[in-house]
């Protein structure tokens, strides 16, 4: 069974920083893309970004809300993608979910995990 | 204000069809595939439709998606209660926008 856990989601206040975790099972992790989708409350779904598999060069890519402050990460022997978090601002409090690309685009989520920015 | 275009709500009774668009331009739907996914009250979002028109397995053939041009449609034949969700329209985008953009989502009610 495929399972995406998420940890790390919080209370930071503006200009923090914050890391989230997602660690996958039941796939090849190492093959796949993984990406970070977000949803603000009542609000639709909104691409964070993905990082490729090794044999793709890891290439990111970002949304521009957030590039230069986000910064996405895998660690293939762990089998876990990371979404460091920097600069954060009000508007980046959100449900933070990971996503699998590994047979399809977004074929596999984690639960969510909640990032409020306030002070 | 999302790239991709979705109504905000659209309804239907037990039994009925519906169908639900999604519109965008040519630099993404009009040139790359269209995938769509359900959202029930509460969970992660779940995959529905791959590639315009495929359904992973485990998805009931009640539902279709379709693409012409720079839009697409899901539709939804038999509607259930449980069908009761907000659907997301998601597209690659070959322009600054990308590389992925969703639809704002339409709420699907079953009266």
């Known amino acids: 069974e495929v399972q995406l856990v998420e940890s790390g989601g919080g209370l930071v206040q503006p200009g923090g920083s914050l890391k989230l975790s997602c660690v996958a099972s039941g796939f090849t992790f190492s093959a796949s893309t993984m990406h970070w989708v977000r949803q603000a409350s009542g609000k639709g779904l909104e691409w964070v970004g993905r990082i490729r598999s090794k044999p793709n060069g890891y290439a990111t890519a970002y949304a521009a809300s957030v590039k230069g402050r986000f910064t996405i990460s895998r660690d293939d022997s762990k089998n876990t993608a990371y979404l460091q978090m920097n600069s954060l601002k009000t508007e980046d409090t959100a449900v933070y979910y990971c996503a699998s690309d590994y047979s399809v685009l977004f074929d596999y989520w984690g639960q969510g995990n909640l990032v409020t920015v306030s002070s | 204000q999302s790239v991709l275009t979705q109504p905000p709500s659209a309804s239907g009774t037990p039994g009925q069809r519906v169908s639900l668009s999604c519109s965008g331009n040519?630099?993404?739907?009009?040139?790359?595939?269209v995938y769509w996914y359900q959202q029930l009250p509460g969970t992660a979002p779940k995959l529905l439709i791959y590639r315009n028109n495929q359904r992973p397995s485990g998805v009931p053939d009640r539902f279709s998606g379709s693409k012409s041009g720079t839009s697409a449609s899901l539709a939804i034949s038999g509607l259930r209660s449980e069908d009761e969700a907000d659907y997301y329209c998601?597209?690659?985008?070959?322009?600054?926008?990308?590389?992925?953009?969703f639809g704002g989502g339409t709420k699907l009610t079953v009266l």
């Open positions: 998601v597209a690659k985008d070959d322009s600054l926008s990308g590389p992925w953009v």
């Open positions: 040519s630099s993404n739907i009009g040139s790359n595939y």
